[in-house]
């Protein structure tokens, strides 16, 4: 169990640019596979990008070449670097952790952060 909190949401112009980040409680943070996912009006949740705790990157095909994850360790903390945005991107955007335990890519994320609003306007 790790507690998750993100933060970094807000209102952009399309083809600006965002920073989200997600804290993380605990000492163990290191070893954590992290995602993060998204969710937009009337729509189901949806994968966007997920790290691993040894540092592997995947991406959903309608992020990759915008958006980078990234991590530091040091600071217990996700990153989720959003360029390029489109309207389509608007959602509530969630991180997750799952224990290296788990085999990566994580499937099911055990924790979850209350998420972050993200609109991107036309």
């Known amino acids: 169990q790790v507690q998750l909190s993100e933060s970094g949401g807000g209102l952009v112009q399309a083809g600006g640019s965002l920073r989200l980040s997600c804290a993380a409680s605990?000492?163990?943070?290191?070893?954590?596979?992290m995602g993060w996912f998204r969710q937009a009006p009337g729509k189901e949740r949806e994968f966007v990008a997920t790290i691993s705790w040894t540092g592997s990157t995947y991406y959903a095909d309608s992020v990759k070449g915008r958006f980078t994850i990234s991590r530091d360790n040091a600071k217990n903390t996700l990153y989720l670097q959003m360029n390029s945005l489109k309207p389509e991107d608007t959602a509530v955007y969630y991180c997750?952790?799952?224990?290296?335990?788990?085999?990566?890519?994580?499937?099911?994320?055990?924790?979850w952060g209350q998420g972050t609003q993200v609109t991107v306007s036309s």
């Open positions: 605990g000492r163990t943070f290191s070893t954590y596979h």
């Open positions: 997750a952790a799952e224990t290296y335990r788990s085999s990566w890519p994580v499937t099911d994320f055990g924790s």
